[in-house]
Every structure is written in C-alpha cells, then in structure tokens.
C-alpha cells in the first residue's frame, strides 16, 4: 500500500485513523483500554534499520523511493484518545491517529497488536477484580503465553486492579509490585515436606506462603503450623474441590491457633470461578491461564480505520467502508461521558475537526502524542501508575448493571450523535 | 525458590523436569509441537545482566549468594524432547530438562511460555490446514496478538502446513514465505475505487489481489477485472455471506472472461467456516484471529513438573505430585510411536534414565541440548524448515479419524507401561 501509494502521489494525503471495536465480546458489559504506554514508547522508537531494509530489498518487497522513504521513517504526526485503563464501549473511538497515510497506515500492525492483547488482558482481569471483591488478587499466568506477551498481560493486570505479579519483569520494567510462590517441585525436591517447608521458612521467615497440596493437605497443614507456628503467612491450595477444601483448612488453621494464618488459591481460576469462592474463606486468588487468554477472549477486537483524508486540495472529507455488516462511521471523533450523579450515563461520540466541547461531560479524548512527542504523563512506569489509578476511578463510575458478570448489554449506550 | 535451595543445598540435586500436558483442549484429536527452536536458542542466550541483577537486589528479592549464582548462570544442562512439528498427544513428554535443580528451576517459565504460546497456534493452524485440503492458507493475525507473540505465531503456522505470512519479521526473521494485502483503508484514500485499484495494478502488476469489499461487491470486480484484464490475479472478499458472496463473485468473474482469477476470502476463518466453504470456490484463506488465538484455546496446556531427582548420595529416584486430580507421572521418560501400515496405533512411553530402544516403532524423543548446546539441526532457519518438513510426514501418519474436526478421543491412546 505504501509502495503504491508513494508512486500515485496519495500517500501524504493527510489522514485520519482511527481504532474502535464494534462489539464487546461475551456480552461484556465494558472494555478496558490497556497497553497506551507501551504504544506511545513503540510508537517513538519505531524505525527501520539496516537489516529490515536490506531484507526488503533483497526480497523485492518494495521498490527504491519506498526503501528510501522507510530508511527515514520517524511518526510526526498526532494521537488522541482514550486515557489507558479508561473503560470503552462498542464504537468508542479508543484512539485517533492523524497524520500522511502513508505514515499513519504504516503503524497500523502495532497499533493493533498492542491495544488487542493488553486490553484483552485488562478487561479479563478487571471483571476478576470485580468478582474478588475486597481480596487482593496476584497474576500468575507468564506460563500461559508468550514470553514478552507475559510481561505486557501482568503491566495490564496491574493496570486493572490486580495487586501484584509474579513476573519479576514486570516489575523491573514496568514498577508492578512482584511476588512469589514455591511450587510442588520444590516439595518434591526435598526428602520430605517437612525439610521443604523448613527450607523455605529458612530463608523467607515465617511469614512466607506454604504450598500445601503435593500430599495430603491435612498433613501438610499441621506440618506448615508447626514448624512456623502461628506466624506462618499463609498456605496455598492449587487443586481439589476448592470450596471444600478451603473450608476445611481454615477450620484446621483456626483449631490449631493459626487464626492470622491466610489461606491463597489458585487452579485455573477465571472471575465466575472467583465469584463462586465469594461465601468461601478464602483471603487472596492467584490467576494465571485464563487472565492471560483474556478469559475466552484473547483480543480485544480492536480495528484501525481511515475516517477521513485529505482530497487533492487538501480539504478534508470523512470516509468509510459501505459494503455489509462492517460498515463503518466516518469523520475524526471525540468522547464524552456523561454523567448523573457521579455515574455514567451514555458514551457521547461528537464529530469534529476540532475539538468540541460539552458542558458537565468528562471529556475522555485527551491528546497523548503531539508531532510525534510522546505527552510523558502516559508513558513508562509514570503512566502505569497513572492508568492504575485512573481505571480505579473511573470503573466506580459504572452503574450497578454495568459490572454484572452475565451476558448482557453494554454497561452504557454509546450515542453516535 | 532457588534462593532457599541454594541455602540448604539441595540446589545442586540432579533434577529431570518434564514438560507435558494432561489432556487435549476441546476435545481435539492431537496437538502439534511447536516453538522448540526458538526455545533452544533462548535457553543458550539465557543470562542475568547488570540491570536485572541491580534489581534484584534493590529489591531484595534473592540473598547474596543468590545473586552470585545468578550472575554465573548458564544452562550447562541436556534437553531432549520431541522434534519441533511433531505431534503430541495427553500425557506426551515433549520436553525432558536435565540437570542441578535450580539450574532447571529456573527455566520453567521461558519453556512453558515458548512451547505453550506456539504449540497453541500450530495446533489449531494444523486444523486450518487439514479443513482446507489442498488450498492454501496465509497467516494474517498479527494485529489480534502481542507484537512480539505475532512473529512467533507466523512461524508457528507456517510450521503446521500455511503457506505464508503477512508478517514480513517472521519472513525476515525465520524464513517463511510472506505475502501482503490492500486494507480498506487504501480504497478509501483515492477518490474512486478505481483510481485505488489503478495505483494498486501500477505498482503490483496485474497478477495482484484486489479487495472488492469497499463499496459493492459487484461493481469492484466489475471495475478490477476492466482495469487488469483477465490476468487479474485474485479478488480478496473480507465480509458478508461468504458462501454467497463467493458464487457470484465466480461467476461473474468467469462471464467477464477471467476464468484465471483466484477468490481470496479473508474474515475471522476458523477450521469450522474453512470446512464450510469445502463446497464453495475459494481457491484460497487468509485467517488471523482466530488462528493467533489458538482457535479458542489460547494456550496449549504444557506444565513443567519435577519427574526425578537425586537423593543426598547422588542415587536417582523418581517423583510425583500425590494428590487430587494432578497427580502426575515419575520416572524420567522416552517415547516412540508404534505404527502399523506406516499409520499410527499408539503413543508408548517408557519410562528409563537410559535411552531405550523399541524395535519396529519410530523413535519420538530426540537429543536437543547437550551439555547446554543446542542441535544445530533444530535452531534457525534452518530448524523451521525441518520442523515444517517433519510436521507435514508425521501428520501423515494418522489414522482417518484422527483429523477429524469434532470433539472426540485422541487419535491414538498413551500407553505409559
């Protein structure tokens, strides 16, 4: 496209992208935006180096003034949008991306990738978020996806309200507070669960989290209590009947004085799974596999559409696809969220070339990147904290209906205008 | 973990891990092997830098003694395992790792991330491949993943049987052969259909793939058939009803002469809407979503789990996880795949620290890594091709009910002895 587009002379028609889903998948109630700050940095360092250029020759890919034009690519053009952890609805124009097509289209494979996987990742984990309740809930699924997927789904669990990861990168890169665990191995390493517990409680004091079901987990409780004695942090159960079993060793921790003693779960946990522990004592969840998979749904659904673009004399004019059941909505597009007493009422989408505004709406289009600047308030671990705490903000603002686990509407109709 | 084992000494204990999954999601008939080359490679390049070691110290994840292992790290260890493309079935040991404990400790999520995220795509493009039959199939799900997770997710497809990407990294990176599109977006940009198919025709020639799903289905291929002649060499149809939509493209296409001229159809194909248009005349797919999400099940459900290890006086002794529904498999173990007519009857697994032999079976466990080397024969590019190669003669061997597309039982049973 870009090829072609750089020959006919089309391809610095200014040009207005933009990213929205058309639905939410399983009749979720909302989405949450994820991965903005991990875009905006990509955005900025995306370049072609020698090797990708001498490929694309070699390969005959592209021709020469393209070779030309990629060995000098820099974006310098704008990006709106949706702050990251703020909810999104079907068609809630997410993120608006302006500037030549073939500058702009050229990034659209990023784009994509990055918003689809991080806020499939968010959303699964704000929905667990919501079923957990007031416990505390830790990611554990790097096992479950690709390696630098792992990284980026434990920024985005974060970024909904999980409270810590296992994923000691996460933390590194991104100032996700981590945590860890022992698994069976480390049981089944040692002459006995007697010499493992010991071992761990050696060198990570009593207050650690004992992994309790290599044998018998009644056993292994009262071994847990003995050698930590009362002190012991918590135990940690990955298999069987969890309500049963839960119960059972908070009465076992309770008769044998280890009333302070938490109890952690993990197995496969997803937010129905999470919700079905409500009435169970259970103190913290650990979810791995189905928060990474985004719970059933591993991508968001998020598509990059020209809007509008320039004509020959540079006016502007808005576009888009006519043809069945993808049709689309033209025109560059801000958002507002409406609001009665503090709750979302209606996804408010304007049209505009310039940027509207509306009395008593929170405005949700916010400027991130400007001639291809980066706005610094969003990015690195600066903006991880940032999107953390305006996702706790703004998910408050959900009507009741709006964070019900069962299929259903959108938690807020989005007006088109 | 290895913190603690270091403090006690049993980090140095002679482990064997093994990397296994305990059933087939969905009821699918077998999975496919795929990422083991990238793994190797990974595993050799596996260091702790400065920077991670300064944060783990700041953050007083590990003790000093710790840190100074860590900053020695090297896997020095043997990995044999199933060849990349290969099939796999419940209980199947596709990777075995041996060496100290925490020396293979360490490595359990850089392996189940690997081997999870790329056997989940290469299992169901394995599907894909078989419900298309003799049409080929391009991978274009980039966008619906993590950016990173895309690259491995082309070379994965194109390790099950697809015959290209539209990732051009992984046509870079890995060898597979890549492909591109026009987007709607390239339509929208020029003032008419036409002009966008003209700049398109006069940078690609007339064997190029048109999209004709803009505006209106017939007018395009009215439209792209007048402008690149009967030569025209495939029109891309990405929505409506496809089975429909195909038959009258065909037709058309045919009236106007260009009998030649391929159907492309593109649009959240799975394995089921491929084998739905068996009957229809397509003469290709392009599928992404889908593809990239693993077809529903996202993640391919390997677990690393200690098999064996040393006692204190270096004697070896299997292990296993004794309680509810996890319980696993000790012993250290080698497969071969018994055949009968060159189709395959049974998965045996035998379970030896010595590499047995079984007469008249195909043996499926093969060195990969030895004393922390990797088999130059499985890394590379080169490692792809022969993964693709070994993929497309293994898949032959099963039996007919064992590519079916319905939830079933797997093709062959195990027989762990």
Redo the contacts between chains.
Sequence with gaps: ?V???L??G?AH?R?V?EVFARRLPGGRRYGVVAGTGRLLD?IDRFRFGD??LA??EA?G?V?RPTLDWLADYRFAGDVTGYREGELYFPSSPVLTVEGG?AEA?LL???I???L???SAVATAAARMVSAAGDRPLAEMG?????????V?AARAAWIAGFSATS???A??RWGVP?M?T?????T????TEE?AF???I???GAGTTLLV?????TEAVETAVRLAGAELGAVRI???DLPTVVSAVRQQLDRLGATSTRITVTNDLDEYAIAGLAASPVDSYGAG?RL???S?H??A?FV???VE?A??DGSMRP????????AGSGGRKWAFRLLADGIATTERVVVSDAEPTLAGARQVTVPLMTAGLADHAHVGVAGVRAAREHHAAVVRELPQEGTRLSPGDPAIPTDLG
């Design positions: 496209m090829d072609a587009a020959a006919d089309t028609r040009s992208f990509a090797a990708e490929w694309l390969e890919v021709r097509f289209v659209e494979t990023l994509l990738s990055v689809n996987a991080d790097g096992r479950r996806t690709h390696e630098r997927a792992a980026s994923n000691l990168e933390g590194r981590t860890g022992a698994a069976h191995s480390f089944l390493l040692h002459d010499d010991q071992a761990q050696d060198a990570m079901d290599t044998y018998d987990v990955d298999s069987g596999t990474v998979g985004g059933g591993p991508t659904g990059y559409k020209l673009r004509d020959e576009v888009a696809k006519r043809s069945a059941q993808k």
